[in-house]
C-alpha cells in the first residue's frame, strides 16, 4: 500500500502524458483524482498506523533491487515520515485545487501538472525510503520538476534563480552521495537504513565525523541553513505560487528530515560532536533571517527570509539531540508547512490581483479583500508563534529544549543558544506585524483604489480551509502529531543517549 | 460552585467564536452574546466568591488538572488552582469587563467593527481568565500571549490610521521583548523543579529550599522582565501610554482588569519563588522593590505634564503598578492584592468617565475641555469620586490598600520604599487635582456642544462608583475580611511575612500628605483662576483652606512645584521620549539599519558573491554550466556522481 501512495503520483503523471494538452479539464480532472487518491492511500495508511508502535518501521516492504550494490528497494514508516509523509500528499492536492484557474504564465497546464505529480512521488518516496540509493534517488527526483517549475513558470529573474537552486543543491547531493558510499564500504556493504543504524556506531570517531560533514552538507543546503541558504530566496522570489508552496512546506522538510533519519541515527557519535556547531548555525540562522526580513521591500521575499528563521528553530531542536528537541523539530516542520505554505498562497493571490509584492505599494487590504487580510493576520500570529496555534508546538519545545542537550553537550553553550532563540521570537513578532501592518492595515493606496479587487474565490477557499484548520487544531491538540513523532524520536534518542553513556564509560 | 470554574474562561471563549461568526446576523450585533456571556460568568464567579468565603479555615484550594499530552516523559496538562487570589481575581476581570461591555454599546455605537470589537473584547477576557486559573506555569504562559494578542487586536482597533496599529506593534513588541524573560524564566523553573510546570509545586520547591539559590534568583529576574513588559515598568512602560490608541472601554479593561495585571498577579501567583530568590525576608532592598518604586515615581512626574486625558491616566496607572510591585517587593503580598483589587475599581471608574468626556467633546485633550461639571453631573460626580479614591483620602477605596503597602515597607524593613510611597501618595493626589480643575473647573474651552452620555455609559459608572467608595473598606481595621479571604497559603509551609496591625499613625501621616498634594496642586492651578474657585468644587474647597491657613508653606511648595517638580517632570518625560523611546526606537532603526547591510553587503555581495563567483567562474573556466544551462542536466549530473565515486574511493582508501 505504502508503494502505491509512493507511485500512484508518477503513474498518474505517465496519464497525464496521454491527454491532448487542449484537454484541459479533463487533466486537471485527472490530476485531481489522482492526487486526491493518493490522499485517501495517506488516510488509510494513517488509520491503519499502529501508534502503540510507532517507533517501528510499518507497512514495509523490502525487495531486492540492484543486487550488485545490495541496494534493496526498502521501504516503510514510523512516527516521524508519517506525518511528514501527509503533509506531503494534502499540499500537493491542495496545490492542484489551487491551480485550477491559477496557471501561471506560460501556461500548459499539462506540463505544470504532470511536474507536481512527479514532484510528489519524489517527495513521498523519500519520507518512505529505508535505504540510501532508494533515498538517494527520490531526494534529486525532487530536483528536475522544481527546476523546471522555477525555469519556466517563473518571475523575470527565473533563469538565475532555476539554476541556483539546481547546482546549490546538487553540489550538497554530491557531497551527500559520497558520504553515503562511504557509509556503504564502512557500514557493512549495505545501503540499508536500519541494518546501518544498528552498525554504524562502529564507524572509528574520525571517519564518522568526515562522513557526517558530507551528510551535513547535503541536508544543511536543503534546510537550508545559514550561510547556505541563499538559494532561497532567489528560487521563492521567482517561482510560481504553486512552486514556492511545495518548496517551502515540503521541499525543505527533506533536508531536516534527513538529519533525524539519517545523519543522527546511523553515526550519533558525530552528531554529538556536529550538534554545537550545528546549533550555532542555527541560532545565527534565527536572527539572521529575521533581519534579512526587515531588510526586504518585497512580500515574497520576506516570507522566504522567515522560512530560514523558522528552519532555524528546527535545527536547534534537533542538534539538542534530546527527545524533546527532536519532537518539537518535527513539529515544527508540519507547522511551518502549513503556515509558510498558507503565506505564500496569500502572497501568491496578492501579486495576481494586485499585480505587485512590493510592500510600499500595498495597504489596506483589510479594507478591500477582508477575508484575505484576516488570513493574513492569522497566519502572521501563527507565525510567529502564538500558543493556541501550530508554530508555538514547534518553537517552544525547542527552545526548552536547548536548556537542557543531550548528555555530553555543554549546557552553558545551549543556553546562550537558548537565549538567542528567544530573542529570535521578538523579531519574529518584529517582521510578521510589520508586514501585516504594510499589507493589510492602513488604507488603500490611490493607485488600487479604482482596482476590483476580489476577496477569496472558491479554489482558494477549498485550497486553504484545510491549512487554517490544521494550524487552528494542531494548536490546540498538539498531542495528535506528538502522539506519533514521541515513540519514534524517542528509538533516535536512545540510540544517541547509548553512545553516550558508552563513550562516558570509555572516557573513564 | 468553585469546581466548575473552569467555565468562566470557557463562556467568554465560547462567546467570542459565536460572535466572531454570527455576530453580524444577530439583532444587537453581537453585543447581547458578549454582555450575556459576561453576566454568567461574572455570576459564576460570584457564587464561587460566596462558596470560598463561607468555607471553614483553612480553605483548600480547588484543584482540577486534565491531563493533555505527553511528551519525552513530561506530562504536559491544562488545569484550575482555584484559591482565594484566583477568586478574587475571577470577580474582578468579570465584573470590570462586564462594566466595560456594556458601557461599549453606548461608546462603540455606530463603530464600523462593532461586532468584531466584541469579539476582540470577549476573548481578552477569556485570555485573562485563562490566565488567572492557571495551575501551570506553561497554561499561565499560553493566557498571557494570548492576552497580548487581543490587546494588539483592541488597541489598533481603528487600524486604517497608521499612528494606531503603530501603537498596537508597539505594544506586542515590547512585551514580547519582556516574554523573552517569561519564556526563559519558565523554562529555568521548568527543569530546576524536576521537569515540572504545576505552580503549587514550583513554590513549595522554592521555599523549602528544593532549588537552589543560584537557580532561583535566574528564574526569577527572567520572569521578572517578563513582568515588566506587561506590567508596564519602568523602563519597559514605554508602550502603555501609547496604547491610548485604542478605543477608551478598551484602555479601561487593560488597565484596571487584564493585561498589566497579569505581571502582578503573576508575581503574587509564583511568590514563594520571587520571596526567595530575591531574599525578601531579608529587608533593606530588591529588583522588584527598586523597579516598582521607581515606577511609582517616574510614571507619576509624568503625569503632570500630560494634556490627553487617557495619558494622565496612563501614567497613573504606570504608577499605581509600581506601587503594587513594591509592595511585593517589600514582601507586603497582601497588601500588593489588595490594591489590585481597589485599584481595579476606581481606574476602571476614571478610564470609562474620561471616555465619557471624550465621547461628549470629541477630542482627549484637557484643553479643550474644561467646565464640564455642568455639562454633565453623573460624569463629573463619578469621575471626582474615582480621583478621590485613587489620591487615597479616607475612607475611600484607595486610602486603605495604600496605607497598607506603606506599613508593609515600613514593618518589614524598607524606609526608602515607605519615603517613594509617601512622596508617590503626594504626586498622585497633586497631579489628580490637575487633571480635575482642568477638566471641570473654569469655563468650556472646546467648540462643541458637550453632553452628558446615554444610559448605557453612565450606569457603568454609577455601578463602579459604588465599590471605589467601599472596597477598601473590606481590609479596614476591624473588618480585615480581604485578608482572611485571599491569603496565599502553601500547605507545610509557614506564611511569609506576618501581617501588620492597622497604624493609626502611618495613616493619618499618609493622608495629610495626600490632601498637602492636593492643596498645594490646587493653590497652583487656582491662582490664575481668578475668582470664585472655592465654590467650583467642594473637594478644593477643603485643600484650599488648608493652603490659606498655612500661607508661608504655599509659597515654599509653589517654588517647589514650580521650580523643581516642573523641570524634573519634562526632563523625565523627555528622557522618556528621547532616550527610552529614543533607544526603542534606535532598536528599531539600527536593527533595520543593521539589517540593510548585513542583507545588501554580506548576504548579497559576500555570501550570494561567493556562490555566483564561483558560478561564473566555472562558466568562464569552460563547460559545466553552459551545459547545465542548454539543458543537459543529466550530463552534469552524472558527472557528479562520478566525481562522488571516485571521491568516495579515495575516502575509504585513506581511512
Same mark, same amino acid.
Given at each position: ?12 503523471? %505517465?496519464?497525464? %502524458? ?13 490530476? *485531481? ?18 501508534? $502503540? ?41 491542495? #496545490? ?22 512527479? *514532484? /510528489? ?18 531526494? /534529486? ?64 570517531? $574520525? ?40 518548496? %517551502? ?39 539572521? $533571517?529575521?533581519?534579512? #526580513? ?84 492569522? #497566519? ?7 500558543? $493556541? ?5 514547534? /518553537? ?105 553513556? %558508552? ?6 | ?5 473552569? &467555565? ?112 476582540? &473584547? ?113 523602563? &519597559? ?59 511609582? +515615581? ?42 489590585? =483589587? ?5 481606574? !476602571? ?76 501618595? =503626594? ?51 476591624? +473588618? ?24 493609626? !499613625? ?134 557528479? =556522481? ?14
Amino acid at each position: 500500500m505504502l508503494t502505491a501512495a509512493v507511485f500512484l503520483p508518477i503513474v498518474g503523471a %505517465a496519464l497525464l %502524458a496521454l491527454i491532448p494538452r487542449e484537454r484541459e479539464e479533463m487533466l486537471k480532472a485527472v490530476a *485531481l483524482v489522482v492526487t486526491l487518491a493518493t490522499a485517501v492511500i495517506g488516510l488509510s495508511l494513517l488509520f491503519g498506523f499502529d501508534y $502503540g508502535d510507532a517507533g517501528r518501521l510499518q507497512y514495509t516492504v523490502n525487495h531486492g533491487w540492484i543486487e550488485v550494490i545490495n541496494s534493496r528497494y526498502h521501504i516503510g514508516i514510523d512516527g516521524i515520515s508519517l506525518p511528514l509523509l501527509i503533509l506531503s500528499m494534502v499540499i500537493t492536492v491542495l #496545490c492542484v485545487i489551487y491551480s485550477w484557474d491559477h496557471f501561471p504564465e506560460p501556461h500548459n497546464p499539462k506540463a505544470f501538472l504532470i511536474l507536481m505529480l512527479v *514532484l /510528489e512521488t519524489g517527495m513521498n518516496g523519500t519520507f518512505a525510503a529505508q535505504d540510501l540509493i532508494l533515498f538517494f534517488v527520490f531526494f /534529486e527526483l525532487v530536483l528536475l520538476p522544481m527546476y523546471f517549475m522555477i525555469g519556466v513558470w517563473g518571475g523575470p529573474n527565473r533563469q538565475y534563480a532555476a539554476i541556483k537552486f539546481f547546482l546549490y543543491t546538487l553540489f550538497g547531493s554530491a557531497l551527500m552521495i559520497l558520504s553515503f558510499l562511504a557509509l556503504y564500504f564502512k557500514g557493512g556493504q549495505t545501503f540499508d537504513i536500519p541494518l546501518l543504524i544498528a552498525q554504524g556506531g562502529a564507524i572509528a570517531h $574520525g571517519t564518522q565525523l568526515l562522513i557526517f560533514g558530507g551528510l551535513f552538507m547535503g541536508f544543511a543546503i536543503k534546510v537550508p541553513m545559514f550561510p547556505f541558504h541563499t538559494w532561497l530566496p532567489d528560487a521563492h522570489t521567482e517561482a510560481p505560487t504553486v512552486g514556492s508552496v511545495i518548496l %517551502a512546506a515540503v521541499l525543505l522538510k527533506l533536508g531536516t528530515y534527513g538529519f533525524i533519519r539519517i545523519a543522527i541515527p546511523i553515526l550519533p557519535e558525530a552528531a554529538r560532536s556536529w550538534a554545537p556547531w550545528i546549533g550555532l548555525l542555527a541560532v545565527i540562522g534565527i536572527i539572521y $533571517g529575521a533581519l534579512g #526580513c526587515l531588510a526586504q521591500r518585497d512580500m515574497k521575499r520576506l516570507i522566504a527570509f522567515s522560512s530560514v528563521a523558522h528552519m532555524g528553530f528546527v535545527m536547534l531542536g534537533i542538534a539538542t539531540l534530546t527527545t524533546f528537541g527532536i519532537n518539537a523539530a518535527v513539529f515544527g516542520m508540519v507547522a511551518h508547512g502549513l503556515i509558510t505554505g498558507m503565506l505564500f498562497f496569500i502572497a501568491g493571490s496578492i501579486q495576481e490581483r494586485f499585480g505587485t509584492r512590493e510592500l510600499s505599494r500595498l495597504g489596506g487590504l483589510l479594507l478591500q479583500a477582508p477575508r484575505m487580510g484576516w488570513m493574513l493576520g492569522f #497566519c502572521a500570529f501563527a507565525s510567529l508563534g502564538l500558543p $493556541g496555534l501550530a508554530g508555538f508546538w514547534g /518553537e517552544f519545545p525547542a527552545i526548552l529544549s536547548a536548556y537542557q542537550p543531550a548528555a555530553g553537550l555543554s549546557e552553558a553553550t545551549f543556553r546562550a543558544y537558548m537565549a538567542v532563540a528567544a530573542i529570535g521570537t521578538v523579531f519574529a513578532a518584529g517582521y510578521l506585524l510589520w508586514m501585516l501592518q504594510r499589507v493589510a492595515f492602513g488604507v488603500v493606496k490611490p493607485e488600487f483604489e479604482k482596482a476590483h479587487i476580489h476577496d477569496v474565490h472558491i479554489p482558494e477557499y477549498i485550497a486553504w480551509v484545510p491549512l487554517l484548520l490544521g494550524i487552528l487544531v494542531f494548536g490546540i491538540f498538539p498531542h495528535l502529531l506528538f502522539q506519533m513523532t514521541d515513540a519514534a524520536v524517542s528509538v533516535v534518542t536512545h540510540g544517541v543517549d547509548a553512545v553516550g553513556a %558508552a563513550g562516558a564509560a570509555a572516557g573513564r | 460552585m468553585l469546581d466548575k470554574a473552569w &467555565l468562566i474562561p470557557l463562556i467568554p471563549a465560547l462567546s467570542f467564536v459565536v460572535i466572531l461568526f454570527f455576530g453580524k446576523r444577530l439583532p444587537k450585533k453581537g453585543a447581547e452574546v458578549g454582555i450575556t456571556a459576561l453576566s454568567l460568568s461574572f455570576v459564576i464567579a460570584l457564587l464561587g466568591a460566596l462558596e470560598w468565603t463561607g468555607k471553614e479555615v483553612p480553605r483548600e484550594a480547588v484543584t482540577a488538572h486534565h491531563e493533555w499530552f505527553e511528551l519525552g516523559g513530561v506530562h504536559f496538562g491544562a488545569g484550575m488552582h482555584i484559591d482565594g487570589l484566583a477568586v478574587m481575581m475571577l470577580v474582578v476581570v468579570t465584573f470590570i469587563s462586564l462594566m466595560v461591555h456594556i458601557y461599549s454599546t453606548g461608546y462603540m455605537h455606530g463603530d464600523r467593527r462593532y461586532t468584531y470589537f466584541f469579539a476582540a &473584547l470577549s476573548l481578552f477576557t477569556a485570555a485573562m481568565l485563562l490566565l488567572v486559573v492557571a495551575d501551570n506555569t506553561l497554561q499561565l504562559m499560553i493566557g498571557w500571549e494570548l492576552v497580548g494578542l487581543c490587546s494588539f487586536m483592541l488597541i489598533g482597533h481603528w487600524w486604517e490610521e497608521g499612528v494606531n496599529s503603530g501603537a498596537a506593534i508597539k505594544a506586542f513588541i515590547t512585551t514580547r521583548t519582556g516574554d523573552v524573560g517569561l519564556m526563559t524564566g519558565i523554562i529555568t523553573l521548568f527543569f530546576a523543579a524536576g521537569r515540572n510546570f504545576d505552580i503549587e509545586h514550583l513554590n513549595h520547591a522554592a521555599l523549602t529550599g528544593e532549588i537552589g539559590h543560584g537557580t532561583l534568583l535566574v528564574g526569577a529576574c527572567l520572569l521578572f522582565l517578563g513582568v515588566m513588559g506587561k506590567s508596564a515598568q519602568f523602563p &519597559l512602560h514605554v508602550w502603555l501610554p501609547d496604547a491610548m490608541a485604542g478605543p477608551t472601554p478598551v484602555s479601561a479593561l487593560i488597565h484596571a482588569a487584564t493585561m498589566v495585571v497579569a505581571g502582578v498577579y503573576l508575581v503574587a501567583r509564583l511568590y514563594g519563588v520571587f520571596f526567595t530568590g530575591f531574599s525578601i525576608e531579608v529587608g533593606g532592598t530588591n529588583l522588584v522593590a527598586i523597579i516598582g518604586a521607581m515606577t511609582v +515615581i517616574i510614571a507619576a512626574l509624568l503625569a503632570f505634564v500630560q494634556d490627553d486625558v487617557k495619558k494622565v491616566l496612563a501614567y497613573s496607572t504606570v504608577s499605581q503598578l509600581g506601587y503594587m510591585i513594591m509592595a511585593l517587593g517589600v514582601g507586603a503580598w497582601t497588601a500588593a492584592v489588595f490594591h489590585l =483589587f481597589t485599584h481595579a475599581f476606581f481606574k !476602571a471608574l476614571l478610564f470609562l468617565g474620561s471616555g465619557s468626556l471624550i465621547h461628549a467633546v470629541h477630542s482627549n485633550n484637557m484643553s479643550e475641555m474644561g467646565g464640564m461639571r455642568k455639562f454633565m453631573p453623573t460624569t463629573y460626580k463619578t469621575f471626582m469620586i474615582g480621583s478621590v479614591a485613587l489620591a487615597g483620602i479616607f475612607p475611600l477605596a484607595g486610602f486603605w490598600s495604600k496605607d497598607e503597602i506603606l506599613l508593609g515597607a515600613h514593618e518589614n524593613g524598607f524606609p526608602l520604599m515607605l519615603i517613594v510611597g509617601l512622596l508617590g501618595a =503626594f504626586m498622585t493626589a497633586a497631579y489628580m487635582t490637575r487633571a480635575c480643575y482642568l477638566i471641570f473647573a473654569g469655563e468650556y474651552r472646546g467648540h462643541g456642544h458637550p453632553h452628558e452620555s446615554p444610559p448605557s455609559m453612565a450606569w457603568p459608572l454609577r455601578i463602579l462608583a459604588v465599590p471605589a467608595v467601599l472596597a477598601g473598606l473590606l481590609n479596614a481595621p476591624g +473588618i480585615e475580611l480581604f485578608h482572611k479571604w485571599v491569603e496565599f497559603e502553601i500547605p507545610g509551609v509557614p506564611a511569609f511575612l506576618p501581617e501588620h496591625a492597622f497604624n493609626p !499613625a502611618l495613616a493619618v501621616g499618609s493622608l495629610a500628605i495626600a490632601l498637602l498634594g492636593i492643596a498645594l496642586a490646587s493653590a497652583y492651578y487656582f491662582r490664575g483662576a481668578l475668582n470664585g474657585l472655592s465654590q467650583r468644587v467642594p473637594i478644593l474647597q477643603t485643600g484650599h483652606r488648608v493652603l490659606v491657613n498655612k500661607y508661608y508653606l504655599d509659597d515654599l511648595f509653589l517654588a517647589i512645584i514650580r521650580g523643581i517638580q516642573y523641570p524634573i517632570a519634562k526632563a523625565a518625560y523627555w528622557v522618556n521620549q528621547n532616550v527610552l523611546d529614543g533607544v526603542i526606537n534606535g532598536v528599531g532603526k539600527g536593527a533595520q539599519a543593521g539589517a540593510k547591510v548585513v542583507y545588501e553587503v554580506i548576504d548579497q555581495r559576500i555570501i550570494d558573491g561567493a556562490v555566483n563567483g564561483a558560478g561564473l567562474s566555472a562558466e568562464e573556466g569552460g563547460s559545466i554550466l553552459r551545459h547545465l544551462q542548454t539543458g543537459r542536466v543529466q550530463q552534469y549530473a552524472a558527472l557528479l =556522481f562520478g566525481a562522488a565515486a571516485v571521491l568516495a574511493m579515495g575516502l575509504v582508501v585513506l581511512t
